[in-house]
């Protein structure tokens, strides 16, 4: 099961993570210079840790396609775990490349719109011309920093709010034929909690952040239906 981890300085569970878990071994971390740079302030508890640490740096706005997921499979090949601090496509491609590697990963959230499909069980990578959805394993562990959340504006949590609901209720009502009746309780029940948020909700602290623990609960829920779903093209 993926472990939340939504607190003010979420880096430093993370550094106790990897300590606990990954002692003496090769751990990759994949981000931009542009969000280390940024971040740096919350990233110094990460120094010094007793393990090989290697940062691998994608350029900023890096699509989720064959040429930066061959990137990572190979910046990755000889790492034990891989740590993701990014957004986006950047997120889907390290997805995609722990899966294919048979890899465990940790997602550190730099952007709290990205939220919205970090632990969606379905991912997209751009082949071809074409955006192909696969199956992705989830993350043993993602991290929201709630500094960041605190700074985040309420359209981009509203936004994350409106993607998910309608990416994942698609999927539910394509595949409403296998849900079985107390999965649907469950997952109705949530939809419900999320529902009576209004703009009042959003603004604060509080309602950021339970906005935000529902819109992963949700994902999680439809993560542990394990139902084949089409792929789209």
Do not use: H, W
Not at 77 to 95: H, Q
Not at 201 to 217: A, H, S, V, Y
Request: proline fraction near 2%; glycine fraction near 2%; charged fraction near 25%.
């Amino acid at each position: 099961m993926c472990n939340i981890i939504i607190e003010k300085e979420a880096t430093a569970n993370l550094k106790q993570f990897l300590i606990n878990n990954y002692k003496e071994k090769n751990v990759a971390f994949i981000t931009t210079e542009k969000i280390l740079n940024k971040n740096k302030e919350n990233l110094l508890c990460l120094k010094n840790l007793p393990l090989q640490l290697e940062v691998f740096f994608l350029e900023d706005f890096a699509r989720c396609d064959k040429v930066n997921t061959e990137l990572i499979k190979e910046s990755v090949k000889d790492s034990d775990f891989i740590v993701c601090f990014g957004y986006g496509d950047m997120v889907d491609a390290v997805k995609y490349v722990a899966t294919e590697c048979n890899k465990k990963y940790a997602l550190v959230v730099s952007m709290i719109d990205s939220t919205n499909y970090i632990l969606n069980f379905c991912n997209f990578i751009n082949a071809d011309g074409l955006s192909t959805s696969i199956k992705c394993e989830l993350p043993e562990c993602v991290y929201i920093d709630i500094n960041i959340i605190e700074k985040t504006p309420k359209r981009y949590v509203a936004n994350a709010f409106a993607y998910v609901l309608s990416f994942n209720l698609m999927l539910c009502k394509m595949l409403y034929d296998n849900f079985d009746d107390i999965k649907i309780k469950e997952l109705s029940d949530i939809i419900k909690e999320i529902n009576i948020f209004t703009d009042e909700n959003i603004i604060t602290m509080e309602g950021k952040t339970k906005l935000i623990k529902l819109i992963l609960e949700l994902q999680l829920k439809l993560n542990e239906l394990k139902i084949d779903y089409p792929v789209f093209k």
